[in-house]
């Protein structure tokens, strides 16, 4: 790498390294923490000078990085080159992620699932193999539903949600006992004993 601090080495050879587990290659992974880190758009000659790479491998990147929707395209007064940038909100960032990877990995899987609800159970292995594959659809449409939500929040809310932390638990578990309270007293009354029922009696002769 040229022209860059050890401390921005550093991260972008990290970011490089965690890029595979998040499903992108080390290369897009350094292109992209080369434009974060830096904080200013650059264009393709100068992030294969800076990194090192060969000017082909960093026009595959941009474009991955472009399908992600991590990085935007602009154009600078004067220059006909093009530029490249992040998003300047973390958060938008963040939801990128999740929505890239949720794309390729849950809608597939839900995609499936469905498919196997769909068909008729022919013994009743099949039966209890689908009823698990119910219960694995319902939980991950559940959570798909609940990043939907997520998704619509502003950069603040989130920010503030996030920073409740043990809050949104206690909270949580306060609903919990207050329904509890709530069934306990719907409950129906328990039938009338054998005793019950005959001192009864007695008293009606």
Do not use: C
């Not at 689908?130 to 539903?145: A, G, K, V």
């Not at 932390?165 to 004993?193: C, M, Q």
């Amino acid at each position: 790498m040229t022209n860059l601090s050890p401390l921005a080495q550093k991260f972008i050879l990290h970011f490089g390294e965690m890029g595979s587990r998040w499903g992108i290659n080390r290369t897009v992974g350094q292109i992209y923490a080369l434009l974060y880190v830096l904080a200013k758009p650059l264009n393709a000659d100068e992030i294969a000078e800076h990194l090192q790479f060969s000017r082909s491998n960093v026009s595959m990147g941009l474009k991955e990085l472009q399908s992600w929707r991590l990085v935007k395209l602009l154009h600078q007064a004067g220059d006909r080159r093009e530029y490249f940038e992040p998003p300047k909100d973390i958060w938008d960032i963040f939801k990128a992620l999740l929505e890239e990877r949720r794309r390729r990995e849950v809608e597939p899987t839900l995609s499936m699932l469905r498919d196997a609800l769909l068909e008729t159970p022919a013994t009743d292995a099949d039966r209890v193999a689908q009823e698990r594959m119910r219960e694995m659809y319902n939980l991950i449409e559940l959570s798909s539903s609940w990043f939907d939500d997520v998704q619509r929040l502003s950069p603040e809310t989130l920010t503030s949600l996030m920073k409740m932390g043990s809050t949104v638990k206690t909270l949580l578990n306060v609903g919990d006992t207050v329904r509890g309270t709530f069934r306990k007293k719907r409950a129906p009354e328990p039938a009338a004993t054998n005793a019950t029922a005959a001192d009864s009696g007695d008293k009606g002769e």
